[in-house]
């Protein structure tokens, strides 16, 4: 997964640009999908806040239309934010 | 004092190595270093990565990849966890994390060490996380006096907790160089880089549908 994700910096141009306060590299594409990350287990709350900053800072860095980021422990969790990613897929919403 | 090192950079002899050499300067001591890319790669024996967990000290360098670790830190630790639930041995874990502009951008990736060692049960030094990392090429030997100074004033810190054995607060520190310069001189490498790659167009768009 996180070979998957670090192989996604050519999505970007090497170059810096200030965006949203902080340095990042500028889009090499106009266009990249809504960025939905579940991350699940059974976690700390302090893993379960590293994984949603992290994910907020990698839509930073993708810059897509729109994104998620959600932790869940269990299976009746993932019940609970299926409306949530499922909206999020919504287009125009 | 046993004192191991995981590099976590692809790159044997990059910022993450350059690191380990001072740390073994500044500490007099012989540091063990695993590469972690080689170690993930080949079927490392189970009994390397539980000899990792027997050092007194457990210094993990890497450059920061995508706001976290790089990915065969990530496998080499998943394996060292799973050693260190089975063993008896608790290095003292250290990590420097070798950014891009802005150190802070490695509070994350500092965070994840963090995580790393609660869940392996082993005791957590600090972190430091480290801005324009890239500028130690530049540094030359002496990291005392220039640029570099306000990294080896923290390494030196570091040294001294790892000898008195006791644990810090994360500290986050830059180059002392203007980032507009930095910002400069890297396009220009960059651009080279990419000349020397036989690319003629950073900005190319290969997928040119999306």
Redesign the interface.
């Known amino acids: 997964m996180?070979?998957f994700?670090?192989r996604?910096?050519q999505t970007m141009?090497?170059?810096?640009e200030n965006y949203k306060g902080?340095?990042h590299h500028p889009m090499?594409?106009?266009?990249f999908p809504i960025w939905i990350a579940v991350g699940y287990g059974n976690v700390?709350d302090?893993?379960k806040n590293?994984f949603t900053?992290?994910a907020e800072?990698?839509a930073l860095?993708m810059r897509p239309v729109k994104y998620l980021a959600v932790t869940v422990r269990n299976s009746n969790e993932l019940v609970k934010e299926t409306g949530n990613i499922l909206k999020t897929l919504e287009v125009g919403v | 004092m046993k004192i191991a090192a995981i590099n976590g950079s692809p790159k044997t002899d990059g910022i993450s190595a350059l690191i380990i050499k001072r740390m073994e300067k500044l500490l007099d001591e012989r540091i063990e270093t695993y590469h972690a890319m080689r170690l993930v790669r080949a079927e490392t024996p189970q009994e390397t990565i539980a000899g990792m967990l027997e050092a007194d000290i457990l210094l993990i360098v890497f450059p920061l990849?995508?706001?976290?670790?790089?990915?065969p830190l990530?496998e080499l630790l998943t394996r060292l966890e799973s050693a260190a639930y089975h063993g008896a041995a608790i290095p003292q874990v250290f990590a420097v994390a070798n950014g891009?502009?802005?150190a802070a951008?490695t509070t994350?990736a500092i965070?994840?060490i963090e995580?790393f060692t609660?869940r392996a049960g082993l005791p957590w030094g600090y972190g430091i996380g480290i801005g324009a990392g890239s500028m130690l090429y530049n540094a030359g030997d002496d990291w005392e006096k220039g640029l570099a100074s306000d990294i080896h004033h923290a390494l030196c810190d570091m040294a001294t907790a790892i000898k008195e054995n006791r644990s810090g607060q994360n500290m986050y520190v830059a180059p002392d160089f203007p980032r507009f310069l930095y910002?400069t001189v890297?396009?220009i490498s960059?651009w080279r880089e990419a000349k020397r790659n036989g690319v003629n167009n950073?900005?190319d768009?290969p997928?040119i549908n999306?």
């Open positions: 996180k070979a994700l670090d996604s910096l141009l090497p170059y810096f902080e340095t090499r594409y106009k266009h700390s302090a893993e590293t900053i992290l800072k990698n860095n | 990849f995508v706001d976290s670790l790089p990915s990530i891009a502009l802005d951008q994350l965070e994840m995580h609660c910002k890297a396009n960059f950073l900005r768009r997928y999306h």
